[in-house]
């Protein structure tokens, strides 16, 4: 993985078992491609309950001048995967049961079932919400790497 901090950047080996501490003004990027879309991402977060707006993106390649994958906690707390297919329509997918502004750290987890066409959140281990998802999907974002 590499950490990106506008002066400076720093390279941690793939192999590493060493943990990193994620801060919130440091922009993080892997140093190499995935070679296929994982099936679990998961975060510890801690949103304060006030939030309104958006919070920001958790994993993904986010440019906004291609095909682009992100999952983020968007507005009011709501866990949202977007991406962008091969053809460059937006597929926007909203886990709208979902509010994450605990005050207080919590862990949000998202699972790809690619086989079922299924996106499932779970917040602090509890299944919170599952959406369907377009077949193309696994296809889709392998290619965002």
Request: net charge neutral; charged share 15%.
């Amino acid at each position: 993985m590499t950490t990106c901090n506008h002066t400076k950047t720093q390279t941690i080996p793939s192999n590493s078992t060493a943990g990193l501490t994620f801060l919130a003004s440091t922009q993080y990027k892997l140093s190499k491609p995935l070679s296929k879309a994982p099936l679990t991402v998961e975060a510890e977060i801690n949103v304060p309950t006030s939030l309104t707006g958006r919070v920001g993106g958790i994993f993904g390649n986010y440019s906004g001048i291609g095909q682009d994958y992100l999952f983020e906690i968007y507005s009011n707390g709501v866990p949202r995967l977007w991406y962008s297919d091969t053809n460059g329509n937006n597929k926007d997918y909203r886990f709208s049961n979902v509010d994450v502004r605990t005050g207080g750290w919590a862990h949000v987890a998202i699972t790809f079932d690619y086989a079922n066409n299924i996106i499932s959140l779970y917040l602090n281990g509890e299944l919170a919400q599952t959406l369907a998802c377009d077949a193309d999907m696994n296809a889709n974002i392998t290619k965002y790497n």
